[in-house]
């Protein structure tokens, strides 16, 4: 069975400061990681996935992750946080059967 | 970029009624359409995955008589609830995944359904 985990349910962090949201995975095989990002009531927007290549993966709204093989991580970084990147953020590992399962989310509060 | 759309975005139901929401996506063939139920500030729960023209697979513990889900084109899925009650009250997500011509697409999520059963 393929899982992650993301062991904070709150992150916050002053506005211009370094953002990381934590996730550790469980998976047989390759892992296929996914990150997303929840307005309220909203459905999900991707930020960014690992499938192969560069451990450093770029995505959108300046995010980035970095893949770890040796500490089984997919931690989602901001070198600077704004305000608007308050939301709830989703981990994911995709099954060969492209069913996502999802981390428990972890709430970003970036205060002013 | 690959758009979902979800309709009704809000909807309101009287207890014992069944309530339709159409999930389409607007700009690629949706070869798999998945149905998630999320809680108040909890995670995304996997209800069922449909493929074009095959019957959806549920997951253990979802009432397949009770959502029933229909894909009956490459761009429209619909999950209805029957004979709702309270306890279905939730917010739906569905997300869709498939292909225009060369271009795949990973799962893209549609902006939810709110689903209040009074």
């Known amino acids: 069975a393929q899982s992650v985990a993301q062991p904070e349910d709150q992150v916050n962090v002053a506005e211009g400061n370094p953002l990381t949201v934590k996730c550790t995975y469980s998976v047989s095989g390759n892992p296929y990681l996914f990150w997303y990002v929840q307005y309220p009531n909203r459905g999900l927007q991707f930020l960014l996935k690992y499938i192969t290549g560069d451990n450093l993966v770029k995505g959108s709204y300046g995010f980035e992750a970095e893949f770890n093989k040796s500490q089984t991580s997919f931690h989602l970084k901001k070198p600077s946080a704004l305000v608007s990147d308050s939301a709830l953020y989703f981990c994911?590992?995709?099954?060969?059967?492209?069913?996502?399962?999802f981390g428990a989310g972890t709430t970003v509060t970036v205060r002013a | 970029g690959a758009v979902v759309s979800q309709h009704p975005s809000r909807v309101i139901c009287k207890s014992g009624t069944s309530v339709k929401i159409e999930c389409r996506s607007l700009?690629?063939?949706?070869?798999?359409m998945f149905w998630y139920r999320q809680f108040p500030k909890k995670s995304l729960m996997l209800m069922a995955t449909?493929?074009?023209?095959?019957?959806?697979?549920?997951e253990q513990g979802v009432e397949k008589d009770k959502f029933l889900i229909n894909h009956a084109s490459l761009t429209l899925s619909t999950l209805t609830v029957t004979s709702a009650h309270p306890e279905d009250s939730s917010f739906y997500i569905c997300s869709a995944r498939g292909r225009t011509g060369r271009m795949e697409y990973e799962q893209y999520f549609g902006p939810g359904t709110r689903l209040t059963v009074t």
């Open positions: 994911a590992v995709r099954a060969n059967d492209y069913k996502l399962s």
């Open positions: 700009d690629f063939q949706a070869t798999t």
């Open positions: 449909s493929n074009e023209g095959s019957k959806a697979t549920y």
